[in-house]
């Protein structure tokens, strides 16, 4: 076995961990690590989205590591094939319902460009594997790089019901945000109706000609540089979150689309913290929680 195979730390879940000790690009730090691998086996590995930086799946192949970051990287492509769930894990699941906590990095729904390596797609592998009649269908999204708590229903009735109450079923979608700025207020809301350019990016207006949308904000802790912002949707427009804290001067971390000017983390600083929701079946008040990522609390000390 090689010096850099023993250096790797495998975890229960097939995973093998790489500690990055100097500046490096991603896919020259992966054929360093992995050499009994090909070139070409690698950047498969990195296509198919099986890497992680840290807290975030990365595609890269010239992603910039720095020392200290952790690289992982699924063990084997059979476990991909038969069981392993890439970018994302099921926080629960019943005969109605999945719920997932997925990584940044990873699309919710097939793209364009992109059709297999989505949170959709892989569960609807999943739930086939026990039953080829088995369906998995979309209830919400997460944009591809924002992480945390996101929920699938398991049949066409349950996905109606819960898309056609939202506003009744669902108590509670909370935030966090890592934002540039040292935000002033400890807290706020903002308002405004939201309308989509021919480019596809979401902008305000405030003569009622869009989306009403409202967002709640509460400052957890903030530097000179960056704040951690908690934020609460009463209204769940598209990139709602992203346009109102821009709007209101502190752009979300690597959100270049709206504004931002730095990417230190090399993620949208957005991560879903908590669903809270009735069950569209049982009735049952339910509520899920993600771990907010470790590089939004160190960035704003």
């Known amino acids: 076995m090689s010096q850099n195979r023993r250096n ?5 879940s097939g995973t093998l961990n790489f500690k990055v000790n100097e500046p490096s690009e991603l896919l020259a730090f992966l054929l360093q690590k992995m050499e009994g691998r090909s070139r070409n086996s690698v950047k498969s590995i990195l296509t198919r989205g099986q890497v992680k930086v840290d807290d975030h799946i990365e595609t890269k192949h010239n992603y910039p590591l720095q020392p200290g970051q952790v690289v992982s990287v699924l063990k084997n492509k059979v476990a991909v094939k038969e069981s392993t769930l890439i970018g994302m894990k099921i926080l629960f699941e019943d005969n109605s319902i999945i719920v997932i906590e997925k990584d940044a990095g990873l699309l919710s729904i097939a793209t364009e460009t992109e059709k297999k390596n989505t949170a959709l797609h892989q569960l609807m592998d999943y739930v086939k594997r026990r039953d080829p009649r088995n369906r998995v269908f979309v209830v919400h999204r997460l944009d591809k790089e924002t992480s945390g708590v996101m929920m699938f229903a ?8 819960l898309q056609d109450n939202w506003k009744e079923l669902v108590q509670e979608r909370t935030y ?15 308002k405004s109706w ?4 021919k480019t596809h990016k979401m ?14 904000f509460r400052k957890i802790q903030s530097n000179k540089q960056f704040s951690l912002v908690e934020v609460n949707l009463e209204t769940g427009r598209k990139n709602q979150i992203r346009v109102h804290l821009s709007d209101i001067g502190y752009p979300i971390v690597g959100d270049k689309k709206y504004g931002a000017k730095t990417n230190e983390i090399g993620r949208l600083g957005l991560h879903a913290k908590i669903l809270s929701f009735h069950h569209p079946v049982t009735g049952q008040l339910m509520l899920f929680k993600s771990d907010m990522p470790k590089s939004f609390l160190t960035k704003s000390r």
Request: hydrophobic fraction near 30%; glycine fraction near 6%.
């Open 176 to 190: 966090v945000a890592l934002v540039e700025g040292e935000l002033k207020k400890p807290e706020g809301t903002v």
């Open 8 to 12: 790797a730390k495998p975890t229960r």
């Open 194 to 197: 939201l309308k989509e350019s």
């Open 154 to 161: 398991k049949s066409e009735k349950v996905k109606r019901k």
């Open 203 to 216: 902008y305000s207006v405030q003569d009622k000609d869009g989306q009403f949308a409202i967002t709640h």
